[in-house]
């Protein structure tokens, strides 16, 4: 930690400058304003352009965003805050001095991560979206650090990683620079004020590893979501020949967010056109993709000709003997279809095997530079190595050969003199080993696919306790969680916020009169003239017996009382079946909107069951608030 806070104090890290330095240090005073904010954003039209598509992107609303000022309003100080900073960060570090650090392959990836954690997002209502895109641009920001602080020691990192990537990234930076690029992000981000809520998320989502959090929490939700994010962005910068896997992995995580498969095509597709139309804007390469459809049909291509196919192999085949190598060769060409790649010394088949991660490696013992023992052994101590069938080949052939060789890891010797039928004879068992390997693989994609449908049905479980079973409506504890949001979101911007209290009139007399079967069908009209009647951004919930809460974000009190007395045309123009006669259904309504003075959400309630109790001490059938002063 002493080496983080020096590093903090040095100026060696990535930082804001111009605007976005101006509006970090305006946002840090008390007194600050969104109008301050707003006029020093005007003055970089680069930036002004950015928020207004980015608020554009994110909004629900049919009317778009055109002025700098609303775009600042609709996304709050914090929030601006945090894109300017990114989009500094941007276009400042688009090249570098540390030489195996590839800048704009970063810049490309975290822009597309930004835009899948925006339109997931959309979807999945955790959080803002313009703050998902904050927390995607800048999820790997410590690896932009590191190259920044200690250009020349994170090329040896990188160089490292290149030659065994089977460790982690983080464990090859730990082992040189005493840290990692998650732990020196998350100081960055905390100083930046980054929201907590994504702080613990953005520790755990390169880490598959670790235990998952409570399946219907907010803090698996974002894991989830970064993960898929960044598999995206993987995916987006991946050759052909590795999209087909990478899409198919990137669907069966996408079902532990209630993404279906037949809504997969459309999504990706739809970010990776993002991507492109941002990619211009910012000057970050992007790349052209084929359609989701085109890349899947490649797939079920590659899979019917390698199901017809006697299992091709990839096969090695080192020798410093460019004759023997040649006939060896001329051998496995014979009836087969394995693509064979030649070395003519050990160091050039342990580079070759690190590359294309052959099935197969057959290595002369008397190999110039590194023997075939010696690459035996170097090879068995990788992860990738320790799965390639390697067989050994010298022009002796003998028992003490054949001891040497299983010492040193091989899985067979193979005489010089061999002809093509045996050496078919010893590929059989490297050939059984690949079948295993993909009936291991399907396996392994059939037991995440029931994972996952799991994980699907638990959140089914999870949003059906947050669901009123008779109405559909939200209940009481999704109410309070959504009135939560909408509190935060309106402190953070400073819009407005308002609230409904509605209760049906004589309630009790409808059940004791008529039942409770007619009660419950009366409440089920209610809720659907309730939902009707509401805004689309509004949202109405069921909050115990005959009661119901209508939360209305960005609504002034005259707008929340005209919307009240909109609920209450609507109920005097609906007969409801009572019984056996039709009657008209009354309530009375209470409304409050949020004060300077209200310093948490139970307050705004308070109120507006206050001015519920005035509207049915009035004769009810009406709708009060006890704010007469922000009313007039």
Request: glycine fraction near 6%; include cysteine.
């Amino acid at each position: 930690m002493a080496q983080l806070e020096q590093l903090r104090l040095s100026g060696q890290l990535p930082t804001p400058r111009g605007v976005a330095l101006a509006i970090l240090e305006i946002s840090r005073r008390e007194n600050a304003t969104l109008g301050e904010i707003a006029r020093v954003v005007q003055t970089d039209p680069a930036l002004s352009g950015r928020l207004i598509k980015l608020a554009n992107n994110a909004s629900h609303i049919a009317r778009p965003v055109v002025s700098v000022q609303e775009a600042v309003v609709r996304q709050g100080m914090a929030t601006v805050r945090q894109l300017a900073l990114g989009f500094s960060l941007v276009d400042q570090y688009r090249n570098g001095s540390c030489k195996a650090f590839d800048y704009q392959e970063y810049w490309s990836h975290s822009l597309l991560m930004a835009l899948g954690m925006q339109a997931l997002g959309m979807r999945v209502h955790v959080a803002a979206a313009d703050e998902l895109f904050v927390c995607g641009l800048l999820a790997q920001v410590g690896r932009l650090a590191l190259a920044t602080a200690y250009p020349d020691e994170y090329n040896a990192v990188l160089m490292t990683y290149q030659a065994d990537p089977a460790r982690a990234i983080g464990v090859h930076e730990r082992a040189r620079l005493e840290t990692d690029h998650t732990e020196l992000g998350i100081v960055m981000m905390t100083d930046w004020g980054m929201p907590k809520t994504f702080i613990g998320p953005l520790t755990q989502y390169e880490y598959p590893e670790q235990p998952n959090l409570a399946q219907d929490s907010r803090s698996n939700t974002l894991v989830l979501m970064l993960r898929l994010s960044h598999r995206l962005a993987s995916l987006g910068l991946a050759s052909a020949d590795m999209r087909p896997k990478l899409f198919q992995e990137w669907m069966a995580l996408a079902t532990e967010l209630d993404i279906p498969q037949e809504d997969a095509g459309h999504f990706i597709d739809e970010v990776i056109d993002r991507w492109q139309e941002w990619g211009e804007l910012l000057k970050i390469p992007a790349t052209a993709l084929p359609s989701f459809a085109e890349i899947c049909h490649g797939q079920h291509a590659h899979e019917e000709e390698t199901t017809e196919s006697d299992t091709p192999l990839r096969i090695v085949v080192a020798d410093g003997n460019a004759i023997n190598c040649r006939k060896t060769m001329a051998l496995l060409a014979e009836d087969s279809e394995h693509t064979v790649y030649p070395a003519e010394n050990g160091n050039v088949a342990l580079a070759l095997a690190m590359e294309v991660l052959p099935h197969v490696i057959i290595a002369h013992v008397d190999l110039p530079l590194l023997d075939g023992l010696e690459l035996c052994q170097a090879l068995r101590a990788t992860e990738e190595g320790s799965r390639m069938h390697i067989l050994l080949t010298a022009d002796e052939h003998g028992e003490e050969q054949l001891i040497r060789a299983c010492e040193a890891g091989a899985d067979g010797y193979v005489p010089s003199a061999i002809s093509a039928k045996g050496l078919r004879i010893r590929l059989c068992a490297a050939q059984r080993l690949v079948q295993l390997q993909t009936a291991w693989e399907k396996d392994r994609m059939q037991l995440r696919q029931i994972a996952a449908e799991l994980a699907v049905a638990n959140r089914r479980l999870a949003t059906a306790a947050l669901t009123d079973q008779l109405t559909g409506l939200p209940n009481r504890r999704s109410a309070m969680d959504q009135l939560e949001q909408a509190w935060s979101a309106a402190s953070r911007s400073g819009l407005q916020l308002s609230v409904m209290v509605v209760d049906i009139d004589h309630f009790k007399q409808i059940n004791d009169s008529h039942g409770h079967a007619a009660g419950d069908l009366v409440l089920r009209e209610a809720a659907a003239i309730l939902r009707a009647s509401a805004r689309r951004e509004d949202s109405v919930c069921r909050i115990g017996g005959e009661e119901f809460l209508v939360i209305c974000p960005n609504t002034d009190l005259k707008s929340a009382m005209l919307s009240a007395e909109r609920l209450l045309t609507n109920l005097s123009e609906k007969r409801i079946a009572i019984g056996p006669v039709k009657k008209t259904l009354t309530v009375s309504i209470g409304v409050a909107t949020r004060e300077s003075g209200m310093t948490d959400m139970d307050m705004l309630v308070s109120l507006a069951d206050q001015a519920l109790y005035a509207a049915k001490a009035a004769g009810r059938d009406q709708a009060c608030t006890r704010q007469q002063n922000l009313y007039l």
